[in-house]
Nanobody, 126 residues
Framework: QVQLVESGGGLVQAGGSLRLSCAAS????????MGWFRQAPGKEREFVAG????????YYADSVKGRFTISRDNAKNTVYLQMNSLKPEDTAVYYC???????????????????WGQGTQVTVSS
C-alpha cells in the first residue's frame, strides 16, 4: 500500500517562503517520477512541478518558474517543494503524487499519477 504524506504547509505573508515535504512509503520510491499539484477553492487541480526518478530532470508550471524548486532525496523517500517569493495567488491545497511507471509523457497529466497524498494547505496573505 503506497502512502504519500505531505507536510510543511501553513500561513505566510506575501514574499515569504515555505518548504513542503512529501514522505513516501509502500514501493520503491527511487523508481518513480513525482509531481506536485495544487488546487485552489473553486478551481481545478493544476500542475506545479515535476521531477524525474533520478532527480536530474525537473519541470515547472510557468506561474511558479523561478520561484519554486522541486527536489528529492531517494535515500529518505522524500520529495520537496521549496517555495520562495510567495504570492496570494499561490494559496491552495498542495498535493504530491507518484507517477505511473513507464509513462514518458507530460508531467502535468493528472491521470498518469497512480497515488496522491492528502494535501497540505498553503495560505499566503497580502
Amino acid at each position: 500500500q503506497v502512502q504519500l504524506v505531505e507536510s510543511g504547509g501553513g500561513l505566510v505573508q506575501a514574499g515569504g517562503s515555505l518548504r513542503l515535504s512529501c514522505a513516501a512509503s509502500g514501493r520503491t520510491f527511487s523508481s518513480y517520477a513525482m509531481g506536485w499539484f495544487r488546487q485552489a477553492p473553486g478551481k481545478e487541480r493544476e500542475f506545479v512541478a515535476g521531477i524525474s526518478w533520478s532527480g536530474v530532470s525537473t519541470y515547472y508550471a510557468d506561474s511558479v518558474k523561478g520561484r519554486f524548486t522541486i527536489s528529492r532525496d531517494n535515500a529518505k523517500n522524500t520529495v520537496y517543494l521549496q517555495m520562495n517569493s510567495l504570492k496570494p495567488e499561490d494559496t491552495a491545497v498542495y498535493y504530491c503524487a507518484e507517477r505511473s511507471l513507464g509513462y514518458s509523457g507530460s508531467y502535468s497529466y493528472t491521470a498518469k499519477y497512480d497515488y496522491w497524498g492528502q494535501g497540505t494547505q498553503v495560505t499566503v496573505s497580502s
